[in-house]
């Protein structure tokens, strides 16, 4: 879901004096006089390697540098206005695919997996360009299907749950491919206690650590990890994900906080918990597409 932001200026002036206030007022780039140059972006695609899992992504807005500043963080679809005096007649633009990280509109960010796109342009007063984006994960990556359903399910309850996460070749459920993870609560299967057991996820990095997941449901579960290390093991859950009523969602999970809070961690495994909430004589819950990113 994209943020609709409304500027009212009750001004007398052309729509580019609009936009060239409006950037100077929100501190992300300085006033100019004369007609910016636009840059137009409908939307940027996402288009991973044939091994890399399905293409799904929540990309929401573009972060844009100059080559000596930060122009700003713009929603999607972004018009971008530039000033060719400060910019120069031919800059080379840097444009990073921005998410909200963890499902918090506070926490927007260019997600450290995705290429950044090198985009050398020729402005003047008065132009427009449009490009159309893509990015696909970068050389850096490290991408592990942790579960896509597609031939298993990796997830198993823990003796203390009521409820299973089954894989459905259902239409009514599958969110991609031929599978997808299903859990049914109700009143005789009120809890879902589970992980991804045995799997043995390998999750230190030189860098950032996060989970890809697809999900649609009709009351809140959890999501986290199941740390391991010589001697204990014990269930963190990360966060929350509330009902989307049945409409697919995607979230990029950053795992580092957990990571690097447990430095003696042999392996960690994926957990989903869930506990029927009574908001209907059944909920649902859809999970798909988990991939875990690190750098080696």
């Keep these: 879901m994209k943020s609709i932001h409304r500027n009212?200026?009750?001004?007398?002036?052309?729509?580019?004096?609009?936009?060239?206030?409006?950037?100077?007022?929100?501190?992300?780039?300085?006033?100019?006089?004369?007609?910016?140059?636009?840059?137009?972006?409908?939307?940027v695609v996402f288009e991973p390697e044939s091994d890399q899992g399905e293409p799904t992504s929540r990309i929401e807005e573009v972060w844009v540098y100059s080559e000596t500043d930060v122009l700003g963080a713009f929603?999607?679809?972004?018009?971008?206005?530039?000033?060719?005096?400060?910019?120069?007649?031919?800059?080379?633009?840097?444009?990073?695919?921005?998410?909200?990280?963890n499902a918090i509109s506070s926490t927007r960010q260019p997600y450290p997996f995705y290429d950044a796109v090198e985009w050398p342009m020729a402005v003047a007063y008065g132009g427009r360009d449009t490009l159309t984006m893509a990015v696909g994960y970068n050389e850096l990556t490290e991408v592990v299907i942790a579960e896509d359903f597609e031939s298993a399910n990796r997830f198993e309850p823990a003796v203390t749950s009521t409820a299973d996460v089954v894989r459905t070749q259902s239409s009514n459920w599958v969110l991609d491919g031929e599978g997808s993870?299903?859990?049914?609560?109700?009143?005789?299967?009120?809890?879902?206690?589970?992980?991804?057991?045995?799997?043995?996820?390998?999750l230190r990095s030189n860098g950032p650590v996060w989970l890809e997941l697809d999900y649609a449901c009709t009351q809140p579960f959890w999501i986290g990890l199941y740390v391991k290390d010589a001697v204990n093991a014990q269930r963190i859950p990360i966060l929350v994900?509330?009902?989307?009523?049945?409409?697919?969602?995607?979230?990029?999970?950053?795992?580092?906080?957990?990571?690097?809070t447990t430095p003696d961690a042999t392996h960690y495994e994926i957990t989903l918990d869930a506990y029927y909430d009574g908001s209907a004589d059944s909920t649902v819950v859809v999970v798909d597409n988990f991939k875990l990113l690190r750098y080696p």
């Design 8 to 43: 009212y200026l009750f001004l007398t002036v052309p729509v580019w004096g609009i936009v060239a206030l409006a950037a100077a007022f929100s501190g992300c780039i300085e006033p100019w006089e004369g007609q910016p140059h636009f840059l137009h972006i409908d939307e």
């Design 75 to 101: 929603p999607l679809p972004a018009d971008i206005p530039l000033d060719p005096a400060s910019l120069g007649p031919n800059p080379t633009l840097t444009l990073s695919a921005g998410i909200r990280a």
């Design 241 to 260: 994900l509330n009902s989307t009523d049945g409409e697919r969602n995607k979230i990029y999970l950053d795992l580092d906080p957990v990571v690097r």
């Design 181 to 202: 993870g299903l859990i049914v609560l109700d009143e005789s299967r009120q809890a879902l206690v589970s992980s991804t057991n045995e799997q043995q996820y390998n």
